[in-house]
């Protein structure tokens, strides 16, 4: 069964610190991984998304890393800001299906 | 950059009325569109797929004659809840993937919520 699962669940963090958001998953065969943006009553917006082929990639302040072979990612956040309080939700596709499996998401609070 | 617009954003509507939420790629063509549900502090769930031309796929628990999804065109998908409930009551979004080489990314709408008094 395909599934995608995150940690932690929640996170709160003081603004300017780093903090780091895993993703596990069992979809298989892999196709791509992708972390989304979803602020509080708005849809997701595309962080990243990683081929099987990369390991790391860039987002301004966002950095994913993907390890295949382990079927890990992490999404790293560097000097957080106020707005980056938000749900960050971890998205594979494959599995032989073209419907993307979800994570349940990490709720990130960063306090002032 | 690709966008998916709905409309509209919010509605409130009296229980056993029917509501139309709309879903458009607004500079690409999709064939497949997708629709979620997601209750508060809970992750997105898949509802159904929209698919052009033919009839969506829902996923099982989701009542196919309750949620009435039509994809008029390359452009456009309605999702229609019909004798809405406040059960109903959720935040609704639509996504549309773009394929661009080598990748496929997953475009989602800003999301509508619904409230049924």
């Known amino acids: 069964k395909n599934q995608v699962e995150q940690s932690p669940q929640s996170l709160i963090i003081l603004e300017g610190k780093n903090c780091t958001l895993q993703?596990?998953?069992?979809?298989?065969?892999?196709?791509?991984l992708r972390w989304y943006k979803q602020d509080t009553g708005r849809g997701p917006v595309s962080l990243t998304i990683?081929?099987?082929?990369?390991n790391t990639k860039s987002n301004g302040r966002y950095t994913a890393t993907l390890d295949a072979d382990t079927k890990q990612s992490s999404l790293h956040i560097t000097a957080s800001q106020l707005s980056d309080s938000a749900s960050y939700i971890c998205?594979?596709?494959?599995?032989?299906?073209?419907?993307?499996?979800f994570g349940r998401g990490t709720s990130l609070i960063v306090h002032p | 950059g690709a966008v998916v617009s709905q409309h509209p954003s919010w509605v409130i509507c009296k229980s056993g009325t029917s509501v139309k939420i709309e879903c458009r790629s607004l500079?690409?063509?999709?064939?497949?569109m997708f629709w979620y549900r997601q209750f508060p502090k809970q992750s997105l769930m898949l509802m159904a797929t929209?698919?052009?031309?033919?009839?969506?796929?829902?996923e099982q628990g989701v009542e196919k004659d309750k949620f009435l999804i039509n994809h008029a065109s390359l452009t456009l998908s309605t999702l229609t809840v019909t004798s809405a409930h406040p059960e109903d009551s959720s935040f609704y979004i639509c996504s549309a993937p773009r394929t661009s080489s080598p990748q496929e990314t997953q475009y989602f709408g800003p999301g509508t919520r619904l409230l049924v008094l």
């Open positions: 998205v594979v596709s494959g599995g032989g299906s073209y419907i993307p499996t």
């Open positions: 500079d690409f063509q999709a064939t497949t």
């Open positions: 990683m081929t099987f082929s990369e």
């Open positions: 929209s698919n052009e031309g033919s009839k969506a796929t829902y």
């Open positions: 993703c596990n998953y069992t979809v298989s065969p892999f196709s791509n």
